[in-house]
């Protein structure tokens, strides 16, 4: 059974960083193009950050350019975002998600496979 499992999300000060891991299982996912999401109360689930089956390419939500990083081990079948400088607003459940494409997508109607999510608070 394919599962995608993140970790690592916890309460963090305004200005902190977190690593979030996500592992999969069931299946070979380092073929796919994969990305995170997150979704804060009362909101719309978001395009986080993506990264094309090679992990050359990847693309970025405005709000998270040169804070996040999102990177993969296609050999380990994980995949992590790197955040720094985290602000209150990034304050949400994060999402692990996998396509079954190459290259990187924004639109949660492209992903397949989707993680529970773990929970990021920033506090202020």
């Known amino acids: 059974q394919e599962q995608l499992v993140e970790s690592g999300g916890r309460l963090v000060q305004t200005g902190g960083s977190l690593r979030l891991s996500c592992a999969a299982s069931?299946?070979?996912?380092?073929?796919?193009?994969m990305g995170w999401f997150r979704q804060a109360p009362g909101k719309e689930r978001e395009f986080v950050a993506a990264?094309?089956?090679?992990?050359?390419?990847?693309k970025y939500t405005d709000s998270v350019k040169g804070r996040f990083t999102i990177s993969r081990d296609s050999a380990e079948n994980t995949v992590n975002l790197q955040m720094n400088s985290l602000q209150p607003e990034d304050t949400a459940v994060y999402y692990c998600?996998?396509?079954?494409?190459?290259?990187?997508?924004?639109?949660?109607?492209?992903?397949?496979?989707w993680g529970r999510g773990t929970q990021v608070t920033v506090s202020s």
């Open positions: 069931g299946r070979f996912f380092g073929g796919y193009a």
């Open positions: 998600a996998s396509t079954l494409g190459f290259d990187v997508e924004v639109s949660t109607t492209r992903y397949h496979y």
């Open positions: 990264i094309n089956w090679s992990g050359v390419t990847t």
